[in-house]
C-alpha cells in the first residue's frame, strides 16, 4: 500500500511538501509515486521549530525540517525491517529492502510497508542516522510534484472552499491611502443591495 506523509507545511505553490516528502521516501528507498500527501490538520505537534507555532515561512521549510525527515525516514525503515525480520525469523541485516518493498533473501516473497503495520506495532523505534547523500537515487533528481495533480483537477479543498450551515462571507474593504481610515458614505445603498446584511467599519478598513 501508499505511505500517507502528513506534512506539516502548507503548501503553497513552493513545493516545500514535495521536498520535504523527497526527503523522506529517500531514507524510507520508497518511490515518490507511491507517498500519499496529506497537509497537517491544526496541531502543536506540528509546531515550527523555530517559530514555535504552526505555520509557514520565511523560506525555512526545507531548512529547518531537511535533518528531520531523513532522521525520521530512516528510523522508520529499520523499524520496518526489523519487523519483517521477526515476521521471517531472520537477521535484519539479511533483508533487502527494493522499490520500498522488504524482500526475503531465500524465496523472494516481499512485503510492504502497510503489510508489515501490524508486525510493526509494540517494537521500539531505533535512532538510525541517514544515509551518505551520495546515495541517495531520487532527491536531486527532476520529479513530478506531488500536489501538481491535485491542485490541476481542483481537488483539495482550501479555506475559500469551506462551507457550515448558516454561513455568510464578508470582504474587508481598505482606503487607497494606509494612513486613512475607510468609510461608507452611501450605507442606506449598500444595504439595499440583494444579499447584503450589514456593514461594519473597523479601524482598517469597512
Keep these: 500500500g501508499r505511505v500517507r506523509f502528513v506534512c506539516g507545511r502548507t503548501e503553497m505553490g513552493q513545493g516545500s511538501s514535495t521536498g520535504l516528502g523527497l526527503l523522506l521516501c529517500e531514507e ?3 518511490p515518490l509515486a507511491e507517498l500519499e500527501l496529506r497537509i497537517a490538520p491544526a496541531d502543536r505537534a506540528f509546531d515550527h ?3 514555535l507555532l504552526q505555520t509557514t515561512g520565511g523560506s525555512s521549510s526545507i531548512r529547518t525540517e531537511y535533518l528531520l525527515m531523513l532522521q525520521a525516514g530512516a528510523s522508520v525503515r529499520e523499524l520496518f525491517r526489523s519487523a519483517a525480520a521477526r515476521r521471517w525469523q531472520l537477521p535484519p541485516e539479511q533483508i533487502k529492502l527494493v522499490g520500498g518493498r522488504f524482500v526475503h533473501p531465500g524465496n523472494g516473497q516481499s512485503l510492504s510497508y502497510g503489510e508489515l503495520v501490524a508486525d510493526a506495532r509494540g517494537l521500539k523505534l531505533p535512532k538510525v542516522a541517514p544515509r551518505d547523500p551520495s ?3 531520487q532527491a536531486g533528481q527532476r520529479v513530478p510534484r506531488l500536489d ?3 491542485k490541476a483537477t481542483g481537488a483539495p479543498i482550501f479555506g475559500i472552499d469551506v462551507q457550515v450551515p448558516d454561513m455568510v462571507n464578508a470582504w474587508v474593504l481598505h482606503a487607497p491611502v494606509p494612513t486613512q481610515r475607510g ?5 442606506a445603498e ?3 443591495q440583494p444579499c447584503v446584511l450589514q456593514v461594519v467599519a473597523t479601524s482598517r478598513g469597512v
Excluded at 468609510?183 to 450605507?187: D, L, S
Design 49 to 51: 521549530a523555530d517559530y
Design 190 to 192: 449598500v444595504l439595499a
Design 28 to 30: 524510507l528507498e520508497l
Design 183 to 187: 468609510r461608507v458614505q452611501n450605507e
Design 148 to 150: 501538481n495533480r491535485p
Design 135 to 137: 546515495t541517495w537515487r
